[in-house]
Nanobody, 114 residues
Framework: QVRLVESGGGLVQPGGSLRLSCAAS????????MDWYRQTPGKERELVAT???????NYADFVKGRFTISRDNVRNTVRLQMESLKADDTAVYYC????????WGRGTQVTVSS
């Protein structure tokens, strides 16, 4: 069974940084694209960043130039480095993989506030 466990969220001031991690198990990690999504109350979950099995990355316009997605195929981990955080980045961040079906982690809360 695929399992995704996010960590690294927390409270940070505007302009600050955080690094999220997602530990994956139960799949041949290196073969799958991995995604980070985020969701705020009352809104649909939105795609933040994707990294392919080959390491190519793609970002939503609202995080381009500020967030960096990376993967470690030895540790079966995908990370999201977030810089220049804004209040609008406040959300629960979820790790996602589609391995025959969609799998999600439980999410990690990121709060950007002074």
């Amino acid at each position: 069974q695929v399992r995704l466990v996010e960590s690294g969220g927390g409270l940070v001031q505007p302009g600050g940084s955080l690094r999220l991690s997602c530990a994956a198990s139960g799949l041949n990690f290196r073969l799958f694209a991995m995604d980070w999504y985020r969701q705020t109350p009352g809104k649909e979950r939105e795609l933040v960043a994707t990294i392919t099995s080959g390491g190519l990355s793609n970002y939503a316009d609202f995080v381009k130039g500020r967030f960096t997605i990376s993967r470690d195929n030895v540790r079966n981990t995908v990370r999201l480095q977030m810089e220049s955080l804004k209040a609008d980045d406040t959300a629960v961040y979820y790790c996602h993989v589609r391995e025959r079906r969609d799998f999600w982690g439980r999410g990690t809360q990121v709060t950007v506030s002074s």
